[in-house]
């Protein structure tokens, strides 16, 4: 951001961020990456019921013993 970005403007971002499940998102996909797992953050899919778009936080997958395990994951933030 530029220095004429009015510093309650910055704040207003950082405090959305942190109060989303955004962090979250990042430090799992993290942990899964590091365990060797694929790893996508953000993948959109079509809900077959309703043709709305929608998002699932992560999509992780990793072949285990010969067998293919996928997770989709939703993170939420709570306190």
Known sequence: MSDT???SLI???RQGITTSGFPL???IGNILKNNEWGCTIGSVYE???TGILREIDICASKTING???ELLIECKKSE
Do not use: A, G, L, R
């Open 67 to 69: 067998i293919e395990v």
């Open 11 to 13: 704040e207003k971002i």
């Open 47 to 49: 809900d077959f019921e």
């Open 25 to 27: 998102e990042m430090s």
């Open 5 to 7: 970005t009015p510093k």
